[in-house]
C-alpha cells in the first residue's frame, strides 16, 4: 500500500500504451468474504494476459504480488484490470494486503 503513489502512475502509462490490450487472455478472480474465488487459477506461460478482479465485499482490498510486482486497490463493489506476464512456467502467489489472513492465492502458468 505505501507504494500506491509511485506504482499508479506508470500503472496508467503502461495501460495506456498497452497494444492491443483488448485481445489478450482474460481470467477473472473474485474477492467475496475477504477470499479470492478461485484461490488458484491457471494462466498461460510466455504469454501477455489481464486478470479482472471484482470486489463484491463491502470494503475495499488492495489485489498484490511481490511474485509478479503488482499492486492495485480494488473498491467495494467494483473492479479493477490488471495486466501481467510474459511469466515463466511456475506458481506465483498473490493476496489481498487489506486481508492477509484469508485472502491468498496464486497463479499457476503452464
Ligand atoms: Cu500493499
Given amino acids: 500500500m505505501k507504494r500506491l503513489l509511485i ?5 496508467m502509462l503502461a495501460i495506456a ?7 489478450l487472455p ?4 473474485v474477492v467475496k468474504n ?6 488458484e487459477l491457471k494462466v498461460p506461460a510466455g504469454t501477455k494476459f489481464k486478470i479482472i ?7 475495499p482490498e488492495e489485489f498484490e504480488s511481490t511474485d509478479f510486482n503488482r499492486e492495485k486497490i ?4 467494483s473492479s479493477i484490470t ?10 506465483y502467489v498473490f493476496f489481498g ?14
Avoid: K, M
Wanted: hydrophobic share 35%; net charge negative; glycine share 8%.
Fill in 26 to 29: 482474460e481470467y477473472s478472480l
Fill in 17 to 23: 500504451g498497452t497494444a492491443g490490450a483488448s485481445d
Fill in 97 to 110: 494486503d487489506f486481508h492477509r489472513d484469508t485472502a491468498n492465492g496464486r497463479l499457476i502458468a503452464e
Fill in 7 to 11: 506504482v499508479i502512475a506508470p500503472l
Fill in 74 to 77: 480494488v473498491f467495494p463493489n
Fill in 34 to 39: 475477504h477470499v479470492y474465488q478461485p484461490s
Fill in 82 to 91: 490488471v495486466y501481467v506476464g510474459p511469466l515463466h512456467a511456475g506458481s
Fill in 53 to 59: 478482479v471484482h470486489n463484491e465485499d463491502a470494503t
